[in-house]
């Protein structure tokens, strides 16, 4: 999962600078693999490369790239006694100061919310050994994105959408380029995401549930009636809808979306739950509330004409057992907890047909 995708581009969007550390080289046994990314900026970090004293290493590192406004480096590492590591693979790690949002980033993020599988190429090694500044662009089905100068690009098309119709992760390969020299790329699938929220209601939980997922790699659709019901600050993962009609955007969701519905309205709650359950698509549908909302949902949906069976596929209360607290973050919390488990358990489903197929 790119679980630092949505933190990049939220730091990006406060105007704090960071550090993006990759892994681009990877030889024997190291504790991530190739393309594992983390964030550094001056006073915190997001995700991991594997933890240990070559995490702790390359944190400094990056931290001192930040003081001293060095746009773009690699430095190997080996993961021996030297370093307090027992793996005794190497690795290599590119560092890329992230001070405005780049245009391949916010291609990415656009690429993600509109679920379009891309490929992330970049240049990690010329045939100087190292490469001055960071290159990366993003090649799609149809189109190719951001810098390429100095790149022939069809063998490189051609490797990168070979990745998007497979299984396999990040690679690196070696290219000729238009000078006749070898240059290495990192490229990196980003298939469509298949873990999309659609999430009524801009209230207290609303909110609570949006700040808890907002560093996680779930695509939020958020949907509110009310004019000015969002808050200023959005998380990248999230785009926000405000119309009327909320029980209609309903369809426009992707098969196999997470439905939460915890609107200001009980009467626009049955109406968005009846139209979620018609669909019989999705993953989840949970409706906050007690049991006894249940129940009344539930005798409303059967003279509707919605069998019991459907019925049944409602979650309501939400959330994990164990966590009793009222307070709108813990509420949100267990509800987080409770769609993160789903999704865990639905890849490995997925997981398990492909071992079998």
């Not at 939220?10 to 892994?23: D, F, N």
């Not at 400094?60 to 793996?87: H, I």
């Not at 959330?319 to 709108?328: F, Q, R, T, V």
Request: hydrophobic share 40%; net charge negative; with cysteine.
């Amino acid at each position: 999962m790119n679980s630092w995708l949505n933190p990049l581009l939220l730091l990006t969007q406060r105007g704090k600078e960071s550090v993006l550390v990759s892994i681009v080289e990877a030889l024997g046994s190291t504790p991530r693999e190739l393309g594992t990314k983390m964030i550094v900026t001056d006073d915190d970090t997001f995700a991991t490369i594997g933890g240990g004293q070559f995490e702790y290493n390359c944190i400094l590192f990056a931290r001192e790239l930040l003081r001293n406004k060095v746009d773009f480096t690699t430095k190997r590492f080996s993961l021996g006694p030297s370093l307090g590591q027992c793996c005794g693979g190497a690795a290599t790690v590119s560092f890329d100061r992230i001070a405005a949002l780049p245009e391949w980033l916010s291609q990415l993020s656009t690429f993600q919310k509109e679920q379009q599988p891309v490929v992330l190429a970049s240049v990690v090694k010329t045939a100087a050994g190292t490469t001055p500044k960071s290159q990366k662009f993003i090649i799609g089905e149809h189109d190719v994105i951001g810098d390429t100068a100095k790149l022939v690009l069809e063998p490189i098309v051609a490797a990168s959408r070979q990745l998007l119709g497979g299984e396999e992760g990040a690679v690196s390969e070696t290219f000729i380029d238009a000078t006749g020299e070898d240059v290495t790329l990192l490229l990196e699938p980003f298939c469509a995401p298949d873990f999309n929220l659609m999430l009524f209601g801009a209230g207290h939980v609303g909110r609570a549930v949006v700040r808890v997922l907002a560093e996680s790699p779930c695509q939020i659709t958020w949907v509110d009636s009310r004019r000015n019901g969002f808050p200023d600050d959005i998380p990248a993962n999230v785009t926000c809808v405000t119309t009327v009609s909320p029980e209609y955007e309903v369809d426009e969701a992707p098969a196999g979306a997470y439905f939460l519905v915890m609107t200001h309205s009980h009467p626009l709650d049955q109406a968005i739950c009846e139209r979620i359950l018609n669909r019989d698509d999705f993953r989840y549908c949970g409706l906050i509330g007690s049991i006894s909302k249940r129940k009344k949902f539930e005798k409303r949906f059967r003279a509707a004409g919605i069998s019991k069976q459907t019925c049944s596929k409602l979650t309501c209360p939400v959330g994990i057992a164990g966590i009793s607290g009222k307070h709108p973050t813990e509420i949100a919390v267990s509800i987080a907890a409770e769609l993160l488990q789903l999704q865990e358990q639905s890849a490995q489903v997925v997981k398990e047909h492909l071992l079998a197929s």
